[in-house]
């Protein structure tokens, strides 16, 4: 046997192999929601949906292991008990996994990995064994039939996008729910549209891509079986891309399904063109959608003509997010400055945007060329590109040489998230939020460390931090004028509090 197949035998043998799934740890970012997440003594938003599916293709022979670092520690007892690492991310978690894979190689453990990261920059990890990219659906298994021929090859791609209603169910026994403050599932991938900055089409297609509603429901009884009765957040690239397969199948299955269930509820991503379908809206608040993030980008017309997001031109945005607030859905919305079009006068403008329409979650980030975007290749054709992205879209960095005078855009950008986190406009912008939102029956699902997390923001929020004179007129007003919705004013007020901490 030469030196590869030696290598790889372990692999091979009939005998149980013992895979360690390994999610790397996310750093401090808008989306980690760590500040906040420790009001409800929850660790991590979500578990990795993505090594939970790849979990479930592998042999059923095969044991399995999930250690997400944003959760739990990886041991040295972990490393020794594992024969194979599988390791998934984000570029954003790229410190994190080279310190993993540091690891592993430390200990002599085969490394298999897979995921956006490493879909989008194979070539910056020589020390992994096996990249097996894009979707496992389609790699993997080309991945395990070589290895059980004793052949593996490095490097496993495609140009094509899985058909997921083959998708196996995610191993939620894997996951200790009770670390996290949401559950995850994915209904479709893709997405119609075609902004030039976006990377989800390159990754997964122009095709809305969905899940039957069957499987879905298999996953949502799984995860229900297990115990689960909180939020649950589908990451769609834009679940309403296929609008009559929502409204004649999947929505209705939803609304069938949650009939007996307590206290699961939706969020997902959507495109601003929801606003136009009321019947839409509705069944997806029926079907317990609570959340919608959508990709407002910008109220400048030149720049959503520049970035190719025809579908938010020639619109009144503010109405649309007040539309949908009406009907029963809290919208989160993304926002970018630093397109060629921009002038100083866009942060003010987005900064009033942001306050009229009441989105209280606004992601607000420069703009970024991603490698595989169209923007991508047309700043590299005008020779526009330095340093590489970070991963972290809302982090005030870019590898974008603006129009703009760089000091000019950062100092803009940094005044937006100053302003719109402050406790004062913070706080009014729940109020406009609050003031639109029609507040769905049963919505709230509270245990004690809900409450409890109300206490906690009573001692952070009304007692120790800046701002806490608006903490109590807000919960006052929310106490007479709008009750019902008091639990949600304080998530919310929960929330400003993580983005001030996490923008430093
Ligand atoms: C849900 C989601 C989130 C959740 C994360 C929940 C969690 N578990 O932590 C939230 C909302 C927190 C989030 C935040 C962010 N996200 Co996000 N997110 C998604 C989304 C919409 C779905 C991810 C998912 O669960 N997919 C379902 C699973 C089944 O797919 P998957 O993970 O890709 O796994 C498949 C393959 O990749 C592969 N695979 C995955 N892992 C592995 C491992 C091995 C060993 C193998 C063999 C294969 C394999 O097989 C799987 C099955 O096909 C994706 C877009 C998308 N359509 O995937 C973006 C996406 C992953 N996010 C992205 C980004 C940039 C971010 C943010 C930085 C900011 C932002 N733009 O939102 C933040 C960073 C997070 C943080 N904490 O700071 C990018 C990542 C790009 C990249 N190159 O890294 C994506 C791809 C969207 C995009 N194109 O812009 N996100
Ligand atoms: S609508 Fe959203 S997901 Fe679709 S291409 Fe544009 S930015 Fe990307």
């Keep these: 046997m030469s ?13 149980p192999v013992n895979v360690l799934l390994i999610y790397p740890e996310f750093p401090d970012t808008f989306w980690s929601f760590k500040y906040a997440l420790r009001f ?11 090594l939970l599916t790849v979990a479930a293709m592998l042999p059923k022979k095969w044991e399995k292991r999930l250690v997400d670092l944003n959760v739990a520690k990886l041991t040295d007892k972990d490393l020794a008990w594992a024969d194979v690492a599988f390791i998934s991310g984000m570029t954003i978690q790229r410190d994190s996994a080279r310190e993993i894979i540091a690891r592993c190689k430390d200990v002599g453990l085969k490394i298999v990995a897979g995921g956006p990261m490493f879909t989008t ?12 990219l894009n979707e496992a659906e389609i790699t993997l298994p080309l991945f395990l039939e070589d290895l059980a021929n004793g052949c593996p090859k490095r490097v496993y791609t495609t140009t094509e996008f899985a058909d997921i209603r083959r998708s196996p169910m995610p191993l939620w026994e894997l996951v200790n729910m009770r670390r996290y403050a949401s559950m995850i599932i994915q209904f479709s991938r893709g997405c119609p549209f075609n902004c030039e900055f976006c990377s989800v089409t390159e990754m997964f297609g ?3 891509r969905l899940k039957s509603t069957d499987q879905i429901i298999a996953e949502l009884d799984g995860m229900y079986a297990q115990g689960w009765r909180g939020p649950v957040f589908s990451g769609d690239d834009n679940l309403i ?3 009559r397969y929502l409204k004649e199948e999947l929505l209705p299955g939803l609304i069938r399904w949650r009939r007996d269930k307590e206290g699961v509820q939706f969020a997902t991503e959507v495109s601003i063109n929801l606003a136009d379908d009321p019947e839409l809206i509705q069944l997806m608040v029926d079907a317990g959608f609570t959340t919608v993030f959508i990709g407002i980008e910008t109220p400048d017309q030149d720049s959503l003509a520049e970035c190719g997001k025809n579908l938010n031109t020639d619109r009144d945005l503010v109405a649309d997010v007040k539309t949908i607030q009406r009907a029963g859905l809290q919208v989160q919305g993304g926002f970018i400055v630093g397109f060629d079009s921009d002038t100083p006068a866009i942060f003010q403008r987005q900064i009033d945007f942001i306050q009229r329409s009441g989105i209280v979650t606004a992601m607000v980030g420069l703009l970024q060329a991603i490698p595989g975007t169209r923007l991508y290749e047309r700043l590299s054709k005008e020779g526009r590109l330095r340093d590489a992205v970070t991963g972290d879209n809302a982090d005030g960095t870019t590898n974008v040489v603006s129009r703009m005078n760089f000091e000019t855009l950062q100092e803009g950008y940094r005044r937006i998230m100053r302003t719109i986190y402050s406790p004062r406009i913070h706080y009014a912008r729940i109020q406009i939020f609050l003031r639109e939102y029609k507040l769905q029956k049963n919505r709230t699902h509270l245990d004690v460390q809900h409450i409890l997390a109300f206490f906690r923001s009573i001692y952070h929020l009304g007692v120790k ?3 806490r004179l608006q903490y109590w007129k807000l919960l006052v007003w929310a106490a007479f004028r709008r009750p019902k919705a008091f ?3 304080v998530t919310l007020a929960i929330y400003g509090y ?3 901490k996490s923008f430093g």
């Design 3 to 15: 030196r590869k197949e030696e290598e790889h035998s372990v692999l091979i043998e009939e005998s």
């Design 121 to 132: 920059e194979p070539d910056a990890f020589d020390e992994v064994d096996h990249l097996v």
């Design 487 to 489: 639990p949600l004013a």
């Design 465 to 467: 931090s800046r701002g």
């Design 241 to 243: 891309g296929s609008k």
């Design 498 to 500: 993580h983005f001030r």
């Design 206 to 208: 122009h095709r809305t």
């Design 40 to 50: 409800i003594r929850k660790r991590a938003f979500a578990p990795p949906l993505g």
